[in-house]
């Protein structure tokens, strides 16, 4: 699974964590005004902005360019592995459902092609410090597979050697050997993702993920036991028939189990977009009021068990290196969520996989043979994208502040940018100030940030400074609702 | 990320903010007007696109000109064809004065972004130079500029004090003309910054590692912060020389 934000460190403090744990009371008027449609702002500007005209020559122009910057970031490769084994009902990622294995041999022989051809574009000194193989199911592939895959990056690009890099894996526990764990850390993996989403059996039977907790314990050892660095469980509300009180018995599995990064990322339900969501009937889905009462349910778990709020859906131990980074102030965003590296060139490989190198985002088919065709004609497959311009890259940042720390710091903006803040969002802030009366955000004259209420609807304070969104009321694409 | 540094354009009467000549012609008490009436021909030509040849090697020499806004830079191809960059000329800056000894260009002038000139006929501001002493000294002084500019590759030099020599010259020479002398964007590639400081590209990612890592500078993708000014000169004394 991709997202795609990509944030500097925190400009002047690190977010407030206190202010998580307060009681948030939402009445229902200002529900019913804030449950509406919006981006989820995994990048700014948002995908539906990108467009056909922007193709491989574009990116690669774009890739040359970062090669001439005085200290040319470092890479971050993405990898998308399409296939899975089941459906999971809930699932808005590109995949393709097989149990048929040998699909994967030709599915990499392609993807060593194209990092053949988009490899070259960038300057042998730039390292790659980051591999993310994500899915689908990273482990449809064999041991074997992946070893070979990582041998062909290995080949095209520099990957580091440093002990600091973040080498992950998406893990699918119920495919999963565990005596092949041992052979991705052999790879260089240290990092594991498992999907949990819920224990609880009928949220489970209701998205069609039934996943035991010994499975998924099981291979938390097992990851631990081969010396990897971390563990991360994702965990979803707003999943059909999720109740408080199953969720908080998920809470407490997961806590006691110690994971040292937790995410818990919103259902968004798209069924006309994402084919699978049609098997969810809606009618099985929490109203925004229990939403709501599931999230703050998480954090206030989560807080007491002894994890640090990141930012956004991302929590971490308080030794863990984000945890350390962010009150060294060194913490980033990437695409891949929180690093403690400093950002990267991304480079997505595979179907659907989106890269974001310099001022210029840009994807790849989302349909498998378009993807393939591209590659057997030679051609970097590359089906859209787009070049920010300089008013994007302001709002960009601006907005992935908001969504990673939940404030601006003005003064870092207008130094960063030339700019009066006040002047250049003039529009923003007019759009922001019923959201102040409302007490989902304050603002001084140094800052603007979300209360602890505003901090749940961050994506409605971010669409206030969005002009792609704001410019074009008429062609406006489809969001999932924002609670 | 910030808006390129570009000149106060000028009009009829007021000369440029950057003009390379106004001040002589205003000590001597000469307005824009007057340099009509001398037939000194002075054109704003541009806007040129990044990667156009404002002239090439070999060109017949007409004009000098000088840059109103944008970087453009000079560079010969040696005789195995390999690009050698011999300068960046900034805003106020004269292009072509190498030129004035011989009747066609030696070097390949590039515009590095979008670039503005003000040409002047070079017949026309020598014809000015002998009435005017203060027009003739400027003349001088670019000139001695221009072979200075070379100091900065010759003599044994560490990758660290090149680096930082580069960067106060860059300083000064924005700081001279009215812009920040702590904040800009460095208009040329990396490539371009290896091949006049005679260093291999990564030896100048490293370089500039190196000085943000001792809080000298701040890089962020092309824009620069110098942090500490005064450090940055005592590296590059040896070479600047004050």
């Known amino acids: 699974m991709q997202s795609l934000i990509q944030v500097r460190a925190p400009a002047s403090s690190r977010p407030d964590t206190a202010s ?5 009371a939402f009445d229902a008027a200002l529900l019913r005004r804030y449950d509406k449609p919006g981006p989820r702002y995994t990048s700014y500007p948002t995908a539906p902005a990108f467009t056909a005209d922007f193709g491989a020559a574009q990116l690669r122009e774009h890739a040359l ?30 995949r393709i459902i097989t149990r048929d294995r040998s699909r ?132 979803i509300y707003g999943l059909p028939k999720q109740t408080v009180a199953g969720f908080a018995r998920t809470l407490d ?31 099985d889905l929490p109203d925004a009021g229990t939403k709501l009462a599931l999230l703050q349910l998480a954090i206030d778990a989560l807080s007491a068990a002894g994890y640090r709020h990141i930012g956004m859906d991302h929590f971490a131990l308080p030794d863990d290196e984000l945890a350390v980074a962010q009150d060294a102030l060194s913490l980033h965003r990437n695409f891949m969520g929180y690093t403690t590296h400093a950002e990267c060139d991304l480079i997505g ?13 840009s994807q790849n088919p989302r349909d498998l043979p378009a993807w393939e065709i591209a590659i057997d004609n030679g051609q970097p497959p590359v089906w859209r994208g787009l070049a920010l311009s300089h008013d994007d890259v302001v709002r960009a940042d ?86 | 990320m910030r808006t390129v540094p570009i000149a106060d354009d000028g009009d009829a009467l007021k000369f440029c903010s950057t003009c390379a000549f106004s001040s002589a012609c205003l000590d001597q008490g000469y307005d824009k007007s007057r340099l009509g009436e001398l037939h000194v021909l002075v054109e704003h030509v541009g806007p040129f696109a990044e990667g156009t040849h404002l002239f090439r090697e070999g060109d017949p020499f007409e004009a000098i000109a000088a840059v109103r806004a944008g970087t453009v830079k000079t560079y010969v191809n040696d005789s195995e064809g390999r ?75 560490t990758a660290d004090e090149r680096m930082a020599a580069f960067l106060v010259s860059l300083s000064r020479r924005y700081a001279a003309r009215g812009f920040s002398p702590t904040r800009f964007r460095l208009t040329m590639t990396r490539t371009d910054i290896a091949n006049y400081l005679r260093l291999a590209s990564e030896s100048v990612s490293r370089g500039f590692r190196r000085l943000q890592d001792m809080g000298l500078v701040a890089v962020d993708r092309r824009e620069i912060e110098l942090r500490d000014l005064p450090k940055l000169e005592a590296l590059a004394s040896s070479i600047l020389r004050g």
Not at chain 1, 174 to 193: E, K, W
Not at chain 1, 349 to 361: E, P, Q, R, T
């Open chain 1, 20 to 24: 998580m744990q307060d009681n948030i």
């Open chain 1, 65 to 94: 360019r970062t090669n001439e910057e005085p200290i040319p970031k470092p890479l971050s490769l993405y990898v998308h592995v399409p296939y899975c084994f089941s459906p999971c009902f809930y699932c808005g990622c590109n």
């Open chain 1, 104 to 235: 994967a041999a030709p599915y990499l022989l392609r993807l060593a092609r194209e990092a053949e051809m988009i490899a070259p574009w960038f300057d042998r000194d730039r390292e790659v410090v980051q591999v993310h193989l994500g899915g689908g199911t990273p482990n449809f592939l064999t041991p074997a597979q992946i070893f070979e895959l990582m041998e062909s990056l290995r080949g095209h690009f520099r990957l580091s050697t440093r002990a600091d890099r973040d080498f992950s894996i998406e893990l699918d526990p119920r495919f999963l050997n565990l005596g092949d764990i041992a052979s991705y850390a052999a790879c260089g993996f240290s990092r594991a993702s498992f999907g949990v989403q819920d224990f609880d059996p009928v949220v489970q039977k209701a998205v069609n993920r039934e996943q035991s907790v010994e499975q998924t314990l099981d291979a938390v050892t097992a990851c631990r036991d081969s010396g990897f660095r971390s563990v991360n469980l994702d965990l």
């Open chain 1, 253 to 283: 599995i997961v806590t006691a189990t110690r994971p040292d990064r937790i995410a818990v990322y919103g259902y968004a339900h798209m069924p006309q977009l994402f084919k699978a969501q049609t098997q969810i009937e809606e009618r």
């Open chain 1, 349 to 361: 490989l595979g179907v659907s996989a989106i890269s974001h190198i310099g001022d210029s985002f």
């Open chain 1, 398 to 483: 601006v907005i992935q502040q908001l969504m990673c720390h939940g404030a601006v710091d003005i003064a870092t903006i207008e130094h960063r940018y030339d700019i009066v803040f006040a002047e250049y969002f003039a529009e923003a802030l007019v759009r922001l100030a019923p959201l102040a009366v409302d007490g989902l955000v304050v603002r001084d004259a140094g800052r603007i940030a979300a209360t602890s209420r505003g901090r749940l609807l961050l994506r409605i304070i971010a669409m206030c400074f969005d002009n792609h969104l704001n410019a074009a009321p008429a062609a406006k694409p489809r969001y999932s609702r924002v609670i």
């Open chain 2, 83 to 157: 690009e050698q960059v011999l300068g960046f000329f900034l805003p106020g800056e004269v292009i072509g004065l190498n030129a004035i000894s011989r009747n066609t260009y030696p070097c390949n002038a590039v515009a590095l972004d979008s670039v503005s000139l003000c040409r002047f006929s070079f017949p026309g501001i020598a014809a000015l130079a002998a009435r005017m002493p203060g027009v003739q000294q400027q003349l001088f002084k670019l000139l001695s500029q221009d072979i200075g500019k070379a100091a900065l590759l010759a003599g044994n030099y």
